[in-house]
C-alpha cells in the first residue's frame, strides 16, 4: 500500500507540473488563486487549496489547470466522490484517467479503478505507475470476489443452520403437542378407569347391602331345612296313628248313618 500512495503523490506533482507550463491560457486574476491554491497543496493544506481552485474556476470555469487541482485536492481529503466529479469535466487524458482510476481504487470499486486504468494505458501504454495500479486493483478485485463469495457461503450456512434450527424447534413444539395429547389421553383414561372402579365399588355396595338385609329376613326354607330329620320307626308309628284315626273315624261315620237310616224307617204294624 505504501507504492501505491507513493505513486499517487507523483502524479499529484507530475500534475502540477503539467498544468503549470498551461496556466498562460488562464488570465491574471485566475493564475493568481492557482498560485496561491498550489502554494497551500504543497503544504498539505488541501482544504485552503479547494478554496483556491474554486475561486479560480468562478473566474474561469473551463480553466483545466484549476479543475484538474481542485480534483487533487478533493482526492487528498478522502472526498473521492467529489474527486471523480471535478476530474469527469474534463478532457480525458492519461493524468486524468489514472487519478480517476486512483478514486475508484481508494472507494474499492476495482473493477471501476481497472476500466479507467485501462483507458490510461491506452493513451499512454508506457505508464508504469498506472500498470502497477491496475495489476494491484486486479488483485484487489480478486479478492474482494473471493471475500464476497466466501461472506455468501456463511450467509447461506447461517440460513441453512437458522432453516434446521426452525425445523427442530417446529419437531420439537409437535412432539410437545403429542405429548400433551398423550397425557391428556392417558388421564381421560385414567379418570374413566377411576369411574369404573367407582361404579364397581358402588355396586359391591348394593350387593352387599342386599346381601345383609337377606340374611336379615327370616328365612321358612332355611328353617325346614334346619329341622331334624324323622328315623323310621317315628315315621311308621305316626302313619299307623294316622291309618288308625282314619278308621275310627271312619267307623264313627258308619255308625251315625246306619242309626240315622233306623230312625228313617217306619215302625211294623204288627
Do not use: H
Request: proline share 2%; with cysteine; charged share 35%.
Amino acid at each position: 500500500m505504501k507504492r501505491l500512495i507513493d505513486v499517487l503523490l507523483l502524479c499529484c506533482f507530475t500534475a502540477f507540473n503539467f498544468n503549470v507550463a498551461a496556466q498562460n491560457k488562464d488570465n491574471g486574476a485566475v493564475k493568481d488563486f492557482i498560485r496561491e491554491g498550489n502554494k497551500n497543496y504543497v503544504s498539505s493544506d488541501y482544504a485552503s487549496a479547494e478554496t483556491s481552485y474554486k475561486d479560480a474556476l468562478d473566474e474561469n470555469p473551463r480553466s483545466f489547470i484549476a479543475r484538474f487541482n481542485l480534483g487533487n485536492s478533493l482526492f487528498k481529503q478522502d472526498k473521492f466522490d467529489e474527486a471523480i466529479e471535478a476530474y469527469d469535466k474534463l478532457a480525458k487524458n492519461e493524468d486524468v484517467n489514472y487519478n480517476i482510476g486512483n478514486s475508484y481504487l481508494k472507494k474499492e470499486e476495482y473493477e471501476k479503478a481497472i476500466d479507467v486504468y485501462k483507458e490510461a494505458l491506452r493513451k499512454n501504454p508506457a505508464d508504469m505507475e498506472a500498470k502497477s495500479n491496475l495489476a494491484y486493483a486486479k488483485k484487489k478485485l480478486q479478492e474482494q470476489q473471493n471475500q464476497d463469495n466466501q461472506n455468501q457461503n456463511q450467509d447461506n450456512q447461517n440460513q441453512d443452520n437458522k432453516d434446521n434450527q426452525d425445523q427442530n424447534q417446529d419437531n420439537k413444539d409437535n412432539q410437545d403437542k403429542d405429548n400433551q395429547n398423550q397425557d391428556n389421553k392417558d388421564n381421560q383414561d385414567k379418570e374413566n378407569k377411576d369411574n369404573q372402579d367407582k361404579d364397581k365399588d358402588n355396586k359391591d355396595n348394593q350387593d352387599k347391602d342386599n346381601n345383609e338385609n337377606k340374611d336379615n329376613q327370616p328365612d321358612d326354607s332355611k328353617g325346614q331345612q334346619n329341622q331334624p330329620k324323622m328315623s323310621r320307626e317315628e315315621a311308621n308309628y305316626i302313619l299307623n296313628a294316622v291309618e288308625a284315626n282314619e278308621k275310627n273315624t271312619r267307623e264313627k261315620v258308619q255308625k251315625l248313618k246306619a242309626e240315622k237310616a233306623s230312625k228313617d224307617q217306619p215302625e211294623k204294624n204288627w
